[in-house]
């Protein structure tokens, strides 16, 4: 951890530009500090391009192409956002079990300076593996218990680099964990255009409640990121499955786990015609903590309908994300292979632009 911590240190690699985001002191909304203005996030997922077959991941190019993030990040910043969630891959961070990859975790820290000259923060998504074909055999191979430990000196470096940088909003402790499975189903699910969205946190419960199993890797992940940054919010990303079962029950945001988390993240796609019930499943996550939807888009609902649940949904909601993914408004209105798809894409980021004064603040 002497090389991280000695990264973390140069100036050159650190973002003190921006306030820190907080949450406020009523524990309902965020605040900068010190300056104490309020704070609402809209931004986007840069998940990935829209080159190759199934989009390249941030690593797949970050190093050879840092041109192509400096402006994809100048293109974020014109859409009107003011957080961009990124995703990073445990192949890409972690060389071996006790071996964080020093030159990651050095861009990463450029990619923070990056950040704060375009005045935007970052919510770091961790412990990706949505590149079945590049997770190490080492580490997919693991048990639990080494499995998890390899998670905690994942984020315990991570967060060593961005401690003290206004110009991160949270840590996401992992896109969309889910508990349950089997040793023949292994740790990835949530297949979708060849990219693995979903892990399980065991394979085994071993007589374990889910919620004993959440509360467990909840504070060992934790426990990690506030050993070497106190400060930074930590939150996890949900699948909201009150849209599937409407007597479902928050598990990370149940009482138990919830107190380790400083606010709700959650996924929503709403379907056509149905926003009310996105809503309903939305008001399950109302908890008494600021709340972030992390992920939306008019993926299976038209972009009216994408309006009208963002504009039911501020009654309680903190920040929206939706997507971007390196094409600029042009680009896509002057494509001609996928004109259907390209229109919808461009429209929705002209949507997106328009709402960004009214949504967020600063």
Known sequence: MALVAALSACPILRADGLDRVVVSRDGKGFVLEPSGKSFRVWGVNYDHDAKGENGRLLEDYWME??????????????????????????AKFMNGPNKPNQVALAQLGKLLLLAETNHLRLDITGLGCYHKQDVPAWYDQMDET?????????????????????????????????????????????????????????????????????????????????????????TVGVIPWAMVWPTAKPLFYSPEIAKHLDFVSVHFYPKK???????????????????VIEEMFPLSCSQEDLDEFIEGSSKIANGWISFYWGKTIE?????????????????????????ASKRKSP
């Open 273 to 291: 015609s149905e926003v009310d019930k996105a809503l309903k499943a939305l008001a399950v996550y109302d908890i008494g903590k600021p709340l």
């Open 65 to 90: 192409e840092w041109d192509t993030v400096r402006e994809d990040f100048a293109e974020i910043r014109e859409l009107g956002a003011n957080v961009v969630r990124v995703h990073l891959q445990v």
């Open 146 to 234: 080494n499995r998890w430990n390899v998670q905690a000196r994942f984020w315990q470096a991570v967060a060593e680099t961005c401690r003290g940088s206004g110009a991160v909003f949270c840590y996401d402790l992992m896109n969309e964990p889910i508990i349950g499975g089997k040793e023949s189903e292994g740790w990835l699910t949530g297949e979708l255009g060849g990219n693995y969205f979903v892990q399980r946190l065991t394979l085994d419960q071993r007589g374990r409640s889910q919620q004993e199993i959440a509360l467990a890797w909840v504070e060992k992940m934790t426990s990690a990121i506030r050993s070497v940054d106190p400060d930074h919010l930590i």
């Open 331 to 355: 680009e896509y209105e002057a494509a001609k292979e996928h004109k259907l798809v390209d229109g919808l894409i461009a429209g929705w980021l002209k949507d997106f632009k328009k709402q």
